[in-house]
């Protein structure tokens, strides 16, 4: 079992760009997120999904968008990438366990992203 | 939404003393709350946690205690040894989906030998 894995470990972007952060896992969540986490602070809520073909937004959803066509992934893009979104990012998964409750929730290694 | 304080930002303790970290949510309707240790460079991974029909869990130097009236909620580690030393958040949010937390700034603790 792999857990949760994401995709790259670290990205320089030039600002204006776009590209996707991957997030796959293999325990069958229903539930994943993406959080971002600054220096100093705790991580913060940017998009998350209760299942395939359902997101909704999170703390700090601007500037991100998030799709989930399967079970398994959940990428996140930036569409035009700002030096604002410089952090760490870190994808999360969790399973519902039915009548009302999930597990833990299990993140990624995170990917540190740069925007100069 | 929810607001999670967290304190104190930064702990140094002796190995062998105990520490305590103390948060306060704000949302009445949050009933789980995590507790995570990031080391360096790594991931956040859970060390315990508490759900609001319970006061208190215990697991073995760690223990996690739950004030619902006042909304405050406090992780204690006894006789700390170096290893405990990392950064550790508490969160708050409905158990029917830990992954949708809000998480506190932190608590950088140190534990010298």
């Known amino acids: 079992n792999a857990g949760v894995t994401q995709t790259p470990k670290f990205q320089v972007l030039k600002t204006g760009q776009s590209m996707t952060l991957q997030c796959a896992q293999d325990m069958n969540h229903e539930y994943m997120s993406w959080y971002r986490q600054d220096p100093g602070m705790g991580l913060r809520l940017i998009h998350y999904s209760v299942g395939a073909g359902i997101t909704d937004q999170g703390e700090v959803p601007n500037g991100y968008n998030v799709s989930r066509s399967t079970t398994e992934d959940f990428p996140l893009r930036l569409l035009s990438a700002a030096p604002s979104q410089t952090s760490v990012y870190f994808c999360a998964s969790s399973f519902s366990l039915g009548g009302g409750g999930s597990t833990e929730a299990f993140f990624g290694q995170g990917t540190r992203l740069t925007v100069v | 939404g929810e607001n999670v304080e967290q304190h104190p930002s930064t702990l140094s303790v002796q190995e062998g003393d105990s520490a305590v970290i103390k948060c306060t949510y704000s949302?009445?309707?949050?009933?789980?709350f995590p507790w995570y240790k990031q080391e360096l460079g790594k991931r956040p991974q859970l060390i315990i946690d508490?759900?609001?029909?319970?006061g208190e869990k215990k697991d073995q130097r760690i223990a996690v205690t739950l004030n619902k009236t006042a909304k405050h909620f406090s992780l204690h580690i006894t006789e700390t040894q170096p290893e405990d030393s990392a950064v550790y958040f508490c969160?708050?949010?409905?158990?029917?989906?830990?992954?949708?937390?809000?998480f506190g700034d932190g608590t950088t603790l140190t534990v010298k030998p």
């Open positions: 969160a708050a949010g409905a158990r029917t989906n830990a992954g949708k937390s809000t």
């Open positions: 508490i759900r609001s029909n319970v």
């Open positions: 949302d009445s309707a949050s009933n789980y």
